[in-house]
């Protein structure tokens, strides 16, 4: 494929090597490039690095991957001082068993938190709400089928020394509902835990993503 | 509603059966944080499958 690109206003790091273009017209760029201006491309563009823009939305910072037959697991330099609020999103675990709440906790804090998880069966047959003022904030619900349950939660302020407030929604075993709460601590955050209340978990990703502060 | 009882936790979780995860580092619970994480969970509410 010949893609064309144009870059109004482009540079590489002084000394490095130019772009190059072969003999389909694509354009490589062997180091980091930052465009001040516009640019157009007219075929594929394909960024083997992370790509970053001014007013991007979701950046993603990292995934992990989760081990087997764990009781929790913490994941470290999620928050820092460059984004302020962040999404959370588990996929694909495998819980030991069925319909019990998945925890969360900043900074695998035991106290301080206040929180409603509402759940609805499919059928309609059952709608409960669990408030919770304990040791964590539920997050979703578990089932033994790996990729038969989901959680994507938005997490307020993490890396600020303020209340952490969380919104959510969940899906799992036929359950599904929504997740708010609230760490009750002025705080900030680099870490965060999740665990079921009883149980293990085994398989599935937990993807950590940064909103943009623009 | 049921609960877990110690006895039922311990014939599902045996010693040695449990881990914990930090980041990419998955490792057996000790002694002391199994008796513990056992403890936690005794009194929990069973929930009925689907």
Redesign the interface.
């Known amino acids: 494929m010949t893609s064309v690109v144009r870059f109004e206003e482009w540079q590489e790091p002084t000394g490095t090597t130019a772009a190059t273009t072969d003999a389909s017209g694509n354009v490589t760029f062997s180091n980091d490039v930052t465009v001040s201006g516009g640019a157009t491309v007219s075929g594929d563009l394909t960024v083997t690095g992370n790509m970053t823009s001014a007013n991007q939305g979701l950046v993603f910072i990292k995934s992990q991957t989760i081990g087997s037959g764990v009781s929790s697991v913490t994941v470290n330099d999620a928050f820092s001082s460059t984004y302020e609020n962040y999404r959370v999103i588990i996929t694909k675990a495998a819980y030991s068993g069925s319909n019990t709440t998945v925890m969360f906790r900043p900074s695998n804090a035991t106290t301080g938190y206040y929180g409603l998880m509402d759940v609805d069966l499919y059928t309609g047959a059952t709608s409960t709400d669990y408030y919770n003022n304990g040791s964590f904030i539920g997050i979703g619900i578990t089932t033994t089928v790996a990729g038969a349950s989901v959680s994507s939660t938005d997490i307020f302020q993490a890396s600020l020394p303020l209340r952490t407030l969380i919104v959510g929604q969940h899906y799992g075993n036929g359950y599904m509902g929504r997740h708010i709460g609230n760490h009750n601590v002025n705080q900030s955050h680099t870490s965060f835990t999740i665990a079921p209340n009883s149980g293990t978990i085994t398989g599935g990703t937990i993807w950590v993503y940064g909103y943009n502060n623009g | 509603m049921a609960t877990?009882t110690r006895e039922e936790?311990e014939e599902?979780?045996p010693e040695g059966?449990?881990?914990?995860?930090?980041?990419?580092n998955?490792r057996p619970?000790t002694h002391e944080e199994w008796d513990a994480?056992v403890e936690q969970?005794v009194g929990?509410e069973k929930?009925?499958?689907?």
């Open positions: 877990w936790l599902l979780y059966s449990v881990n914990v995860q930090v980041d990419d998955v619970m994480w969970q929990v929930m009925e499958e689907l």
